[in-house]
C-alpha cells in the first residue's frame, strides 16, 4: 500500500459524459502528478500540481482539467468523453525535495462506451 | 524536449539467470532517469533512481543499474531473477525540476521456472 488513494476504482460512462477522478495522496506530500495509461499510448504524463498551483502540463487534453485543493486532495476532470478516454488514470503523490521518489495510487479504470 | 525508448518489449528469462532490460534516453538538457516496476493490477513503484554522481546505481530488490552519459542509456540489470521478478517495468526520465516525468512504453520480463 502506497499511502496514495484513488476513487472510483471503476467507473463506466458513456461517450459524451463528464467525470471526476479523485485523489488523496500521502500524508505529508504536497506534489501530485497525474497519469494516463493506455496499451497504445503507454504511460503518459498530465499534469502537476505542488500545493495547490499547476507545475507543469504534458499530454493533457483540453477536455480534461485538474486541481489540487487546499486539503492537498486533487480531482482529475474529464469531460465530452471519447471512446479512446478510456484507460487507466494513475494519481502519485512525492514527497518534497524528493525527485523521483512518487508514490502511485491503485488507479482508476475509466471505460467510455 | 525529452523521449525514453525501451528496446525490448518483452523478455523471458529462466529463474536465477541474469537479465539486462535496456532504456535509451534522448534530451537537449541534462535529466534525471529512473526505474519503475509495476506488478499486476498495481500502481508503479520506484525501483531506483541516478540524479548525480556515481554512475552506477542500487535499488531495491537486488536491481541496479548503469547510467553511462555518452551513450544516453541507463540499463537495468539483476544478477539472478526470481518469479516474483515478473512484472512489467518502465524507464523514465525528467528535467531537473522534476516537474514532468517521461517514461518509456515498458518491458515486460516474465521469469520461467
Known amino acids: 500500500d502506497s499511502g496514495v488513494t484513488q476513487t472510483p476504482k471503476h467507473l463506466i460512462t458513456a461517450t459524451g459524459q463528464r467525470v471526476t477522478l479523485r485523489c488523496s495522496p500521502r500524508?505529508?506530500?504536497?506534489?501530485v502528478y497525474w497519469y494516463q495509461q493506455s496499451l497504445d499510448q503507454g504511460l503518459q504524463f498530465l499534469i502537476h500540481?505542488?500545493?495547490?498551483?499547476?507545475?507543469a502540463k504534458g499530454n493533457i487534453l483540453e477536455r480534461f482539467s485538474a486541481q489540487q485543493f487546499p486539503d492537498l486532495h486533487s480531482e482529475l476532470n474529464l469531460s465530452s468523453l471519447e471512446l479512446g478516454d478510456s484507460a487507466l488514470y494513475f494519481c502519485?503523490?512525492?514527497?518534497?525535495?524528493?525527485?523521483?521518489?512518487?508514490?502511485f495510487g491503485p488507479g482508476t479504470r475509466l471505460t467510455v462506451t | 524536449a525529452q523521449s525514453v525508448t525501451q528496446l525490448d518489449s518483452q523478455v523471458p528469462v529462466f529463474e536465477e539467470a541474469p537479465v539486462e532490460l535496456r532504456c535509451n534516453y534522448s534530451?537537449?538538457?541534462?535529466?534525471?532517469l529512473f526505474w519503475y516496476v509495476q506488478y499486476p493490477n498495481q500502481g508503479l513503484q520506484l525501483l531506483l533512481k541516478?540524479?548525480?554522481?556515481?554512475?552506477l546505481v542500487k535499488g531495491i530488490n537486488g536491481f541496479e543499474a548503469e547510467f553511462n552519459k555518452s551513450q544516453t542509456s541507463f540499463h537495468l540489470r539483476k544478477p539472478s531473477v526470481h518469479i516474483s521478478d515478473t512484472a512489467e517495468y518502465f524507464c523514465?526520465?525528467?528535467?531537473?525540476?522534476?516537474?514532468?516525468?517521461?517514461f518509456g512504453t515498458g518491458t515486460s520480463l516474465t521469469v520461467i521456472p
Open positions: 500540481y505542488y500545493n495547490g498551483e499547476e507545475r
Open positions: 500524508s505529508g506530500d504536497l506534489s
Open positions: 502519485a503523490s512525492s514527497p518534497s525535495g524528493r525527485i523521483g521518489e512518487q508514490y
Open positions: 523514465a526520465v525528467s528535467r531537473l525540476t522534476g516537474n514532468q516525468f517521461y
Open positions: 534530451s537537449s538538457v541534462s535529466v534525471y
Open positions: 541516478y540524479l548525480s554522481g556515481s554512475t
